[in-house]
């Protein structure tokens, strides 16, 4: 595989090595860089108060390794996919999503008001894999089932034991880098099962929830998401609908967005732009969405604004405020979900004897050539160096040509 890269000519870019092999890398991250912070609740709607003291035992024989001892307070873990403790005395205790100010853990998931791994056999299975010393915690399957995670503790298996651990990581899933529109969903067709991007909440219930994908209400009878406003309900946001990105969008970051949509009746949806699902940040996101009885297409492109990002860059969500309507019961079916962002960066083509460089935006580099009376420009070979499986290789010239791109010649 060819790698190269230019010095003192650019700040940064992405390549894409059409032809080659895309690999998801994986970030790594100690647990101690994520904030521990006091809530003022217990689910994924709680604000964050204060930061928190976090008690540390990483490397010693404790019986709290991590958090509070009363678990009170916790560190969003949701835009990881694991958690992975590596072990060399005694058996992790790990608390997840405490959802209520009583009760700790019941046999059943209907009873459990906590995920306590391995004390909730219910919960152990599903999101636990243990391999020798090593314990790895499926924190993507508990997002896709409660939409969030939080992270309380990791104590001793039990009362009175210890445990030791030697390193608390998480990890965030790479993706191969990308160039141009990138979608920041997945499963948009809703074909398949995976309802990371699309979150619900359905009034009288207050919970924020992975929406459903039922068959036969999309279009043309294929599967779909139908999320119900009931009749009786005070706020246009009792009930609400959910496209959240797989990252959060600094303001600057230009996005399009589009779906199929319709409604058992005609009925006008605000949009609003939140940080994670129900996590308010502005009143206005996409637009007003109209819905009809018949099935539309919905579009719609632009550039996230300081007043949509907010003060900390968090936004993340497109919140749709389904109840409008506090008269009737209303259905809303939605399907074919897009989520996009423009990501700039450089394309890189390669043959046995050239590596042609796009950078994905317009440069100047054609009116240089026009410019000079040549069919191409010169760069001294300083500025690249190209290396082979790890071995630098000779390069014969570095060019730039009036179609706007860089040409490595070998």
Known sequence: MRNFNFSRMFFAFALVMLGAVSVKAEERISLQ???????????????????????????TSTGNVYGDMSVINYADVTLYSKLILTVSEGTPRVLFNRLKDEGQVGPTLEESFLIDIPNGAWCTSKYQTVEGNVYTYDIKAIVKDYGFAHLHAIKASAYGAVVTVESAELVREGKAQQVGWTEVTTN???????????????????????AVITDGVGVD?????????????????????????????????????????????DVAIPTQA????????????????NFTSEWQRFAFEGEVTADQAGADNLLQSIAFNLS????????????????????????????????????????????????????????????????????????????GLADGRFYIFM
Not at 276 to 287: A, E, K, L, R
């Open 324 to 399: 409008v309507n506090k008269e009737a019961d209303v259905e809303f079916y939605f399907d074919n979900i897009r989520f996009e962002v423009y990501k700039y960066g450089v394309t890189a083509e390669f043959s046995g004897d050239v590596i042609q460089l796009d950078f994905g935006f317009e440069t100047n580099l054609a009116s240089l050539v026009a410019a000079c009376g040549k069919s191409r420009l010169l760069y001294p070979m300083s500025c690249a160096n190209v290396t082979v499986n790890g071995a630098e290789a000779p390069i014969y010239s570095i060019e």
């Open 188 to 210: 948009g067709d809703l074909e398949g099962d995976d309802v990371t991007n699309y979150i619900a909440k359905e009034a009288p219930a207050t919970e924020i929830l992975p």
């Open 221 to 265: 009878g294929t599967r779909g998401i139908m999320v119900t406003s009931v009749a009786g309900a005070v706020n246009d946001w009792d009930s609400q609908f959910w496209i959240m990105a797989s990252e959060t969008l600094p303001a600057g970051t230009k996005y399009r967005v589009s779906f199929d949509y319709r409604a058992n009746q």
């Open 33 to 59: 860089e994520v904030p521990f912070y006091s809530w003022d609740g217990w689910d994924g709607n709680a604000a964050k108060v204060a930061e928190a003291e976090c008690q540390w035992g990483v490397g």
């Open 274 to 289: 939140h940080s994670t699902p129900g996590n308010y940040i502005h009143w206005d996101m996409v637009g007003t969405v």
